[in-house]
């Protein structure tokens, strides 16, 4: 109520109460005259039914006006609901960190329990102010989020009942033998029982679960609103009592007498207001009943005037006479007699009032409810699985505590209906009649993923339980994400649900648990919340460790969240460094997807740009640079990047991995082995591999330096004409002395520039150890590599030294021959040739004989300088 008009508040305050003698007396002191009261009782439905109009005429005529003034409500109206969708968002997700606060602030296998209640309580905190915003008003989306949070809580205290008695009392139960319990009053066998029987004791906790979780779905006024305290039947009192004075009575004949029993011994009924007040009483107590309040019940009766109808109730309790106990034989003092000693006799009369049809349906399932009636249950709770399960179980109950009672009490029973003894069934065969029930709503809830976690928690299955969780989230993973029907908190409940079994040992197949705990860890993945992730992940083998956490790592590209991502990582004692190598390895062996090469086709990058692709490659090594004792894999993976670069010829790619990877590895990886004597096979390969690379780069650098020079010679300026005044012939001097003092410069300058070049490129050439991307010699083998991949190394470095060194060389014969050391550059045919470094073999035939060409360009301008074709002297 607390959504809609206030006017409707304000009313609902009218406390409208049914004509009685009182009320009639004070009405007419002020027209003693009158022998009739001509004053009309309203009925409760024709008042309903006039405030419902009120409520509408007076909405229609502030909605009216509301709208005359406003031009775009349907936009302000989807603002609203979009805004109330963030906010419960917001304050549903919470739920993930708080989960994950109460998991680390008890991390003893003792406090198990008190875990589960500190997550019923953030649970409950959370579902309480998302209640107050769907009452202020809320969309259909929210109040089923808001319903699926009710039920998380219930099932959260289903468990912690069930689980509670099963490993803390059934535990100490083991190895304990039934006492014997002939002879005992009723309230003792009972109570043994209870302490003896886990099956029923399990049944009473459902039961109690049920009645604490149950919503009142029941519409209509209550007794409050339409009576106060006063005697029963008024309306029939008052009109037995003077029924000459009544204008308007009621149309049918009425009772005579106003005896409990009167209704239906005289098989008439009771004045119209009367019926109505009793169906309203009748329904609020089996309301307070399936609540599991039935003293509040009893005080319901009694405010009511209808004694009997509380004494009724109590007619079900327990036999017992404390007088008979050893403690109170010296006693003179009588002790009252608990319970009901004619109680079998009270039960069969219960049992004959909810088999009739005479009675209402709620009268009869008041009575049932006591005496184990399941029909008359069933008639009324028939829509409602939690409802029909509280029937079930209260007659299971009812039956075993029967039977019990008739076996160890030793007194005669009036005996009970067949029909009663039939109606004994185990838990399955209630779930199996729930789940073929008529109605569709106790179909759907059985069916449901709730249903279903709910029963084998009831059923102790845990082990179907798991698989069945794992069948919903593999269906899932199926579906498109917009249809997804394992959301992310239902995730959230199911991984709690598999760590609490796990940690009391209930979970018989780990490899199903991992999966569910996957799942959620993979919806975290989505969120970024790097401690949630590094936290569930923590729980799982660490062949799913490494592989789900570095899955998230490749999903964070600024190095702070990177920084924190590892943080969390280290806290949570997972595999850090093994976790960045696999997510390295994963991002450099990636091919790019449709969406990435469509993208290169459509923007198609300038000279010296890097694609989005290759720079989120390139950036991955950062995650290898934050601890100093990965740096050796850090030269592993980026040598490895480089090798694929410079296969495709990126230039611009292989600077730029050189430049991620810090200039004091080398420092660092020397200070973890000591010496280069205690280098592993790897490192040492590595490490000649990255001086390899960066003597490269160098040459080419050096090369592109010298080009530019060579290339931007000053430029001659232009001679002034004979005809040029003396201010002209001046200027022109002047550039022309400048113009020298540059050319000079620039000589001198590409010169230099010139002998730096020969020498980086010749470091390539002449790389020592073997020579350039050559494995040094070291008898160690490569350990942890397989075979295939440092076998695929060795190709692919022997594919880079051929298309690498041929070019280095004809870099090197542009340089020596544009500087016009034509020498030099026919020694080159000498430093291919060698054996030393055998550089010859890298070569194609068709290289080779470019290079040859190459060569006799300069052996040609050799000869043109009176020299032989190597440079020296012609001697005749």
């Given at each position: 109520?607390?959504?809609?008009?206030?006017?409707?508040?304000?009313?609902?305050?009218?406390?409208?109460?049914?004509?009685?003698?009182?009320?009639?007396?004070?009405?007419?002191?002020?027209?003693?005259?009158?022998?009739?009261?001509?004053?009309?009782?309203?009925?409760?439905?024709?008042?309903?039914?006039?405030?419902?109009?009120?409520?509408?005429?007076?909405?229609?005529?502030?909605?009216?006006?509301?709208?005359?003034?406003?031009?775009?409500?349907?936009?302000?109206?989807?603002?609203?609901?979009?805004?109330?969708?963030?906010?419960?968002?917001?304050?549903?997700?919470?739920?993930?960190?708080?989960?994950?606060?109460?998991?680390?602030?008890?991390?003893?296998?003792?406090?198990?329990?008190?875990?589960?209640?500190?997550?019923?309580?953030?649970?409950?905190?959370?579902?309480?102010?998302?209640?107050?915003?769907?009452?202020?008003?809320?969309?259909?989306?929210?109040?089923?989020?808001?319903?699926?949070?009710?039920?998380?809580?219930?099932?959260?205290?289903?468990?912690?009942?069930?689980?509670?008695?099963?490993?803390?009392?059934?535990?100490?139960?083991?190895?304990?033998?039934?006492?014997?319990?002939?002879?005992?009053?009723?309230?003792?066998?009972?109570?043994?029982?209870?302490?003896?029987?886990?099956?029923?004791?399990?049944?009473?906790?459902?039961?109690?679960?049920?009645?604490?979780?149950?919503?009142?779905?029941?519409?209509?006024?209550?007794?409050?609103?339409?009576?106060?305290?006063?005697?029963?039947?008024?309306?029939?009192?008052?009109?037995?009592?003077?029924?000459?004075?009544?204008?308007?009575?009621?149309?049918?004949?009425?009772?005579?007498?106003?005896?409990?029993?009167?209704?239906?011994?005289?098989?008439?009924?009771?004045?119209?207001?009367?019926?109505?007040?009793?169906?309203?009483?009748?329904?609020?107590?089996?309301?307070?009943?399936?609540?599991?309040?039935?003293?509040?019940?009893?005080?319901?009766?009694?405010?009511?005037?209808?004694?009997?109808?509380?004494?009724?109730?109590?007619?079900?309790?327990?036999?017992?006479?404390?007088?008979?106990?050893?403690?109170?034989?010296?006693?003179?003092?009588?002790?009252?007699?608990?319970?009901?000693?004619?109680?079998?006799?009270?039960?069969?009369?219960?049992?004959?009032?909810?088999?009739?049809?005479?009675?209402?349906?709620?009268?009869?399932?008041?009575?049932?409810?006591?005496?184990?009636?399941?029909?008359?249950?069933?008639?009324?709770?028939?829509?409602?699985?939690?409802?029909?399960?509280?029937?079930?179980?209260?007659?299971?109950?009812?039956?075993?505590?029967?039977?019990?009672?008739?076996?160890?009490?030793?007194?005669?029973?009036?005996?009970?209906?067949?029909?009663?003894?039939?109606?004994?069934?185990?838990?399955?065969?209630?779930?199996?009649?729930?789940?073929?029930?008529?109605?569709?709503?106790?179909?759907?809830?059985?069916?449901?993923?709730?249903?279903?976690?709910?029963?084998?928690?009831?059923?102790?299955?845990?082990?179907?339980?798991?698989?069945?969780?794992?069948?919903?989230?593999?269906?899932?993973?199926?579906?498109?994400?917009?249809?997804?029907?394992?959301?992310?908190?239902?995730?959230?409940?199911?991984?709690?649900?598999?760590?609490?079994?796990?940690?009391?040992?209930?979970?018989?197949?780990?490899?199903?648990?991992?999966?569910?705990?996957?799942?959620?860890?993979?919806?975290?993945?989505?969120?970024?919340?790097?401690?949630l992730v590094a936290f569930y992940t923590a729980a799982l083998p660490g062949h799913m460790q490494v592989s789900l956490y570095s899955k998230f790592l490749e999903t964070l590209n600024e190095t702070p969240a990177r920084q924190a991502a590892l943080e969390e990582a280290m806290n949570a004692h997972l595999d850090v460094e093994n976790i960045t190598r696999h997510a390295v390895e994963t991002i450099r062996q990636k091919e790019p997807a449709e969406t990435d090469v469509q993208q290169m086709q459509d923007e198609p990058l300038q000279h010296g740009d890097i694609s989005s692709f290759d720079q989120h490659k390139i950036k991955s090594l950062e995650w290898l640079t934050f601890l100093p004792t990965q740096r050796g894999e850090l030269l592993w993976q980026g040598n490895?990047?480089?090798?694929?670069?410079?296969?495709?010829?990126?230039?611009?790619?292989?600077?730029?991995?050189?430049?991620?990877?810090?200039?004091?590895?080398?420092?660092?990886?020397?200070?973890?082995?000591?010496?280069?004597?205690?280098?592993?096979?790897?490192?040492?390969?590595?490490?000649?591999?990255?001086?390899?690379?960066?003597?490269?780069?160098?040459?080419?650098?050096?090369?592109?330096?010298?080009?530019?020079?060579?290339?931007?010679?000053?430029?001659?300026?232009?001679?002034?004409?004979?005809?040029?005044?003396?201010?002209?012939?001046?200027?022109?001097?002047?550039?022309?002395?400048?113009?020298?003092?540059?050319?000079?410069?620039?000589?001198?300058?590409?010169?230099?520039?010139?002998?730096?070049?020969?020498?980086?490129?010749?470091?390539?050439?002449?790389?020592?150890?073997?020579?350039?991307?050559?494995?040094?010699?070291?008898?160690?083998?490569?350990?942890?590599?397989?075979?295939?991949?440092?076998?695929?190394?060795?190709?692919?470095?022997?594919?880079?030294?051929?298309?690498?060194?041929?070019?280095?060389?004809?870099?090197?014969?542009?340089?020596?021959?544009?500087?016009?050391?034509?020498?030099?550059?026919?020694?080159?045919?000498?430093e291919i040739a060698s054996e030393n470094r055998q550089l010859y073999k890298v070569y194609t035939k068709h290289k080779l004989a470019e290079l040859l060409s190459k060569l006799a360009e300069s052996s040609l301008e050799l000869l043109n300088k009176k020299l032989d074709p190597w440079g020296y002297p012609v001697t005749v």
């Open positions: 109520m607390s959504g809609g008009s206030p006017f409707v508040l304000k009313l609902g305050l009218i406390n409208i109460k049914p004509r009685t003698p009182q009320r009639e007396r004070a009405d007419t002191l002020g027209d003693i005259e009158s022998p009739h009261n001509f004053s009309i009782s309203l009925m409760p439905g024709e008042l309903q039914r006039m405030l419902d109009s009120s409520v509408m005429n007076n909405s229609g005529l502030f909605g009216s006006s509301f709208h005359g003034g406003v031009g775009d409500t349907t936009s302000l109206c989807d603002r609203s609901v979009i805004e109330q969708m963030d906010i419960f968002k917001e304050k549903a997700d919470t739920l993930f960190p708080q989960f994950l606060e109460v998991l680390q602030a008890r991390t003893n296998d003792s406090e198990v329990f008190d875990t589960i209640k500190d997550l019923i309580h953030t649970c409950s905190a959370i579902l309480d102010d998302c209640v107050k915003d769907v009452q202020r008003g809320s969309d259909n989306r929210t109040k089923s989020k808001v319903e699926w949070l009710e039920l998380e809580c219930k099932t959260w205290k289903l468990l912690y009942a069930l689980y509670q008695d099963r490993i803390l009392l059934q535990s100490a139960e083991q190895g304990m033998d039934d006492i014997p319990t002939m002879g005992c009053s009723e309230k003792e066998v009972i109570s043994q029982l209870y302490n003896c029987n886990s099956t029923l004791r399990e049944y009473q906790l459902i039961i109690d679960w049920l009645e604490a979780c149950y919503e009142k779905k029941m519409t209509g006024p209550q007794i409050g609103h339409t009576t106060d305290r006063t005697v029963a039947w008024e309306n029939t009192l008052f009109q037995l009592k003077k029924q000459q004075q009544i204008a308007f009575g009621s149309g049918a004949e009425i009772v005579k007498s106003l005896d409990p029993d009167a209704p239906t011994r005289e098989k008439k009924p009771l004045h119209t207001l009367d019926e109505e007040d009793n169906m309203r009483l009748s329904r609020c107590i089996f309301e307070e009943i399936r609540q599991g309040r039935i003293d509040e019940a009893m005080a319901l009766c009694k405010y009511c005037g209808q004694t009997w109808r509380a004494a009724i109730l109590e007619g079900w309790r327990l036999h017992e006479d404390p007088n008979y106990e050893p403690v109170h034989g010296n006693s003179k003092e009588k002790i009252p007699i608990e319970g009901n000693p004619r109680r079998d006799i009270w039960k069969k009369c219960a049992w004959m009032m909810a088999d009739s049809k005479k009675f209402d349906e709620f009268t009869r399932a008041i009575a049932g409810t006591f005496c184990g009636h399941l029909e008359s249950l069933k008639s009324l709770l028939n829509n409602s699985w939690e409802d029909l399960l509280w029937a079930y179980l209260k007659v299971q109950v009812d039956i075993r505590v029967e039977s019990e009672i008739r076996a160890n009490c030793p007194k005669p029973y009036h005996p009970m209906p067949e029909e009663y003894w039939n109606a004994k069934m185990s838990m399955e065969q209630i779930f199996d009649e729930l789940l073929v029930h008529n109605d569709a709503a106790v179909r759907d809830y059985a069916q449901s993923k709730v249903g279903i976690i709910q029963k084998y928690l009831i059923l102790d299955n845990i082990t179907e339980l798991l698989q069945q969780i794992r069948r919903w989230i593999e269906e899932d993973q199926l579906l498109d994400s917009k249809d997804s029907s394992v959301s992310s908190h239902m995730l959230r409940f199911l991984t709690h649900i598999v760590l609490f079994m796990r940690q009391i040992g209930r979970v018989d197949k780990e490899e199903t648990a991992d999966r569910i705990i996957a799942a959620y860890v993979e919806c975290l993945i989505q969120m970024k919340d790097a401690q490895a990047m480089i090798r694929s670069f410079l296969a495709e010829n990126k230039m611009e790619c292989v600077r730029a991995v050189y430049d991620m990877i810090p200039q004091d590895s080398l420092s660092h990886i020397l200070n973890i082995y000591g010496s280069k004597d205690n280098f592993p096979c790897r490192e040492d390969c590595s490490i000649k591999e990255y001086l390899s690379y960066k003597v490269y780069l160098a040459a080419i650098d050096s090369f592109n330096e010298w080009s530019r020079l060579y290339h931007n010679r000053p430029k001659e300026p232009q001679l002034v004409t004979a005809g040029a005044n003396f201010t002209e012939r001046m200027a022109s001097e002047h550039k022309e002395q400048v113009y020298r003092g540059e050319l000079n410069r620039w000589k001198v300058s590409l010169e230099e520039q010139a002998r730096v070049c020969r020498d980086s490129l010749f470091n390539v050439l002449l790389f020592p150890e073997k020579g350039w991307l050559i494995d040094p010699d070291t008898p160690k083998d490569p350990a942890n590599i397989s075979p295939i991949i440092w076998e695929n190394r060795q190709i692919q470095l022997d594919k880079i030294r051929s298309i690498c060194i041929p070019e280095i060389t004809l870099l090197l014969h542009k340089v020596l021959h544009l500087s016009e050391d034509y020498q030099g550059c026919v020694k080159l045919a000498d």
